[in-house]
């Protein structure tokens, strides 16, 4: 009983604020998706980054096995989801992208601060960085067809990362009252991401997703299985090996409904994976954080 109450006081919150998202849409309220995208994604997410590695107690050399086991990992999902979408006969441009990135930053950031606190969030901001460069290089290059993935480097989002580990690594500091600041204006990202994420979930359209529910399943299987994998062979501390699983295997992100409607994939089967993947996760990742938690 005392596991239940510590998995739902996790998940709560969560979920609390992607309903208050979804419930301000169908209340008929406004919302600029767009505005506090780039809000979140060009300021608030890179100083949320570059705190928590700048501040991390967790070890250099921890952080970095935690990086390798991400860089493999992904590899690894990316390689299953190939395979399940050549087997399966699926468009290449609208499903491979979608099955491999996960929502690390609007849900798994929250749930590993949440489930590990600072320590775990550490490792998380790892995973999330490792996935967002390469969902914003070689993943946009999967949807598009298309353009360079060195495109990357303008992202604010790298460079809060790549920073922040170069702070962490030389254990230099910045000056107290930038430090707060800086804490400040990326204590925005995760409210902001996780009610966003509730607002985009409130104004998709899926005419079907039946098969998503289908192939929603199968992502779980595959990025739990490969990423506990990976965290053995790794042999990752309780905590880090934990924050991998849980990233790796959160519900397709919103972003790759965005590209999918940006690039001419078909956004609709996109949005089916969407919706039925974070629906399930409702299920899945209650019950995966009560095998994590130590």
Not at 43 to 52: E, H, R
Request: net charge negative; aromatic share 12%; charged share 10%.
């Amino acid at each position: 009983m005392n596991l239940i109450l510590t998995v739902l006081e996790i998940v709560a919150p969560v979920f609390l604020l992607g309903a208050i998202g979804y419930a301000w849409i169908k209340a008929g309220f406004d919302y600029r998706t767009e505005f506090v995208t780039n809000l979140a994604m060009t300021l608030s997410v890179p100083c949320l980054i570059f705190v928590a590695l700048m501040k991390s107690e967790v070890e250099p050399e921890a952080l970095r096995s935690t990086f390798w086991a991400s860089v493999v990992a992904y590899t690894c999902v990316t390689a299953a989801m190939y395979a399940l979408v050549r087997l399966l006969r699926l468009d290449f441009a609208t499903f491979v992208a979608p099955l491999i990135f996960g929502n690390t930053g609007n849900l798994g950031l929250p749930l590993a601060l949440f489930a590990f606190g600072e320590a775990g969030f550490g490792h998380a901001v790892i995973v999330f960085a490792v996935m967002a460069v390469y969902s914003f290089s070689l993943g946009v290059w999967m949807v598009s067809g298309g353009g360079s993935p060195l495109k990357v480097i303008k992202e604010p989002m790298v460079w809060g990362t790549i920073l922040g580990a170069v702070f962490l690594v030389q254990g230099w500091q910045t000056p107290t009252w930038l430090t707060n600041s800086l804490e400040l204006v990326g204590q925005m990202a995760i409210p902001l991401m996780l009610i966003t994420l509730g607002v985009a979930l409130a104004r998709l359209n899926a005419p079907s997703i039946g098969r998503a529910f289908l192939l929603s399943i199968v992502k779980y299987a595959i990025c739990i299985g490969i990423s506990a994998g990976i965290g053995l062979w790794f042999e990752l501390e309780p905590v880090a090996f934990a924050v991998l699983v849980l990233q790796v295997s959160t519900p397709v992100a919103v972003t790759s409904y965005l590209l999918a409607q940006k690039y001419g994939a078909d956004a609709d089967e996109v949005a089916g994976l969407v919706i039925a993947s974070t629906l399930l996760s409702v299920l899945v990742l209650p019950l995966l954080l009560g095998f994590l938690l130590p």
